[in-house]
């Protein structure tokens, strides 16, 4: 068995742009996995291998990549920055031990980087700092280090320090051994030289070190009281505190180089290897009670002794079949094993496991506690199922995923690709947990709904490019529905006489608003045997039935009690179906007597935003009707709560990144129904008659 404390599972987070991708390549170039470094810019990287992510030089989804450096192996994730797409960066951070947060040198603290911070505090995730692009224009090591004290709230630690700056950066200054390295011009990453720290460097390198060695001793009650009666501790021991203090995510250590410009990775790479965790030295994952979703105290400890627990935490179709990547926490996977999928209560056998490289394969007989893999061809198991022995069936805490809150509808522009769009979109779901589907049962069209704008729209471009499904997408719509505001007392008689039998049904009813969410009851005080109780029921279903179609604008009709208190039947003509018919007439009769109102849907809406916009946001979300409950400070901005209509909410998203430059994010869920102003009213009833009689 290997060795776990020579394992590092981490991931690559930060901001759109600040170059995580590239600092990946860089990584796979320096431990010999690529021999050619590929470049996002020319479309080229190994990690983004979708056609859209090359295309608009983003990544899409989060690619793993195994590789060794010094003796150690990494299980690299590589994950996507921008805000539609951070379901990946938080289901990556779910299975990591470890990362590394990418800063931009001259953009600094974005508001993406503060939302995967965020997630990844969430996630007590040990993390190293690098402050990317120092050979760009306006590129400030130290003023980023302060924005992550400020924006973030994070204690960093200075380990490097650039030399030069801009145009001039050449290399870097390891504070802890006061060695400087210098890169030459040929932008080969091996090319450097070890020199002693530049004479105009040597007074502030002193002062950051100091700084350092302060930082670290606390994790240390005796180091601590050595060093203030003046003993240095040993590079041996300061590293210790260090990694016990990055461990805890007390302080953050915090370096600095050019991943395009090959200057400065080593010591990440270093870094890795010295300051965070193994797999074994994290706090073990909680088991969880799969009924009531709480955690049993049990933990899955990381050892290959244990019986299996492992987490599938990404689905992903590609040209090698439906891969499901795993992270192993306790116990040993084998080729052949059948193994117990604890949320479908179903076993499956393993078949082909391989260790990724990137959309490399490496085939693999085995694997164990810390390992991060992918099986190829698993059936029945979705993101945040988990895999167990079978004697030995357990549950890990499972993912919690933001709901969708932007809805288009889509249609196939042809026939056939009805059936074709239907597979897609089926795979599609399976992959991406904040996808989802559905059928309008009112207008048959399909309705698919995402995280944003962006998210939708790269849906839609994977179903044309690569399953070959052109859509036509429509305008996003809101469900309204009708109710009644009064009650009436009302009468109505059907009768039907022409030779042969007739049809006669009398009734005397009550109509009146319901409960809130009550939908439509039916009761029945008739004494004596004016109406005969087998009439009862399809007077019921009468109204019931109507209840689909308001008369205001056609739209599904709520909360509505009927009571029916008299009527008259006749001995031969009286059927169960003319008192249905009769209650059918009696709803379209009564229905505008009775106050007939639109209702619309409301949204409970959660805003997070910085505070410099928080009076621009609550303005905004009152001019679109909004009504603000509650605001929350915190650390790094303000959460405002509020039940805004959902009409309203359409292109939400671009206004409020547009207002808070980028910062800002909103989840939102549906609350419950409520009357529709009149002059919105007028014009969704005129719309929707408009429509009516196109059909």
Known sequence: MTDLSKYRNIGIFAH????????????????????????????????????????????????????????????????????????????????????????????????????????????????????????????????????VKKVLGANPIVMTLPIGREDDFVGVVDVLERKAYVWDDTGLPENYEVQDVPADMV??????????????????????????????????????????????????????????????????????????????????????????GEATGEVAIVSAEEPLRAL????????????????????????????????????????????????????????????????????????????????????????????????????????????????????????????????????????????????????VDILKRTYGVDLVVGKPQVAYRETITQAVEDSYTHKKQSGGSGQFGKIDYRMKPGEPNSGFTFKSVVVGGNVPKEFWPAIEKGFAGMMGTGVLAGFPVLDVEVELFDGGFHAVDSSAVAFEIAARGAFRQSMPKAGAQLLEPIMNVDVFTPEDHVGDVIGDLNRRRGMIKDQQAGATGVRIKGDVPLSEMFGYIGTLRTMTSGRGQFSMEFSHYAPCPANVAEKVIAEQKEKNAKK
């Open 312 to 459: 599938a935490f990404k689905i992903m179709d590609d040209r090698f079949g439906a891969l499901t990547f795993i992270r192993i926490y306790s116990g040993v996977m084998k080729k052949g094993d059948t193994i117990l999928n604890s949320a479908t209560g179903k076993t499956e056998r393993i078949g082909r496991m391989v260790e990724m490289q990137a959309n490399e394969r490496n085939e693999l007989i085995s694997a164990q506690a810390g390992d991060i893999i992918a099986v190829v061809g698993m059936k029945n198991v979705q993101t945040g199922h988990t895999l167990c022995d079978v004697k030995h069936e357990c549950t890990l805490e499972p993912m919690i995923f933001p709901n969708p809150v932007i809805s288009i509808a889509v249609a196939p522009k042809d026939k056939g690709g009805s059936e074709k769009m239907g597979i897609a979109i089926g795979k599609m779901v399976a992959e991406d947990p904040t996808f989802q589907v559905e059928t309008d049962e009112e207008t048959g069209e399909t309705i698919l709904k995402g995280m944003g704008e962006l998210h939708l729209d790269i849906k």
């Open 16 to 147: 759109v742009d600040a170059g995580k991708t590239t600092t990946t390549e860089r990584i796979l170039k320096l431990t010999g996995q690529i021999h050619k470094t590929g470049e996002v810019h020319d479309g080229e990287s190994t990690t983004d291998f979708m056609e859209q992510e090359a295309e608009r030089g983003i990544t899409i989804q989060s690619a793993a990549v195994s590789c060794f450096w010094k003796g150690y192996r990494f299980n690299v994730i590589d994950t996507p920055g921008h805000v539609d797409f951070t379901v990946e960066v938080y289901r990556s951070l779910k299975v990591l031990d470890g990362g590394i947060g990418v800063f931009c040198g001259s953009g600094g603290v974005e508001p993406q980087s503060e939302t995967n911070w965020r997630y990844a505090n969430d996630s007590e995730v040990a993390r190293v700092i690098f402050v990317n692009k120092l050979d760009r224009m306006g590129a400030d090591f130290f003023n980023v280090v302060e924005q």
């Open 203 to 292: 007074d502030q390198v002193e002062e950051y070190r100091e700084m350092m060695i302060e930082t670290a001793v606390e994790q240390d009650d005796d180091l601590m009281m050595a060093y203030m009666d003046g003993e240095e501790p040993s590079i041996e021991e300061i590293k210790r505190c260090i990694r016990a203090g990055t461990r805890t995510c007390t302080f953050f250590p915090t370096f600095c180089g050019s991943a395009f410009k090959n200057k400065g990775m080593q010591l990440v790479l270093d870094a890795v290897v010295d300051y965070l965790p193994s797999p074994t030295e994290v706090d073990p994952q909680p088991l969880t009670n799969p009924e009531t």
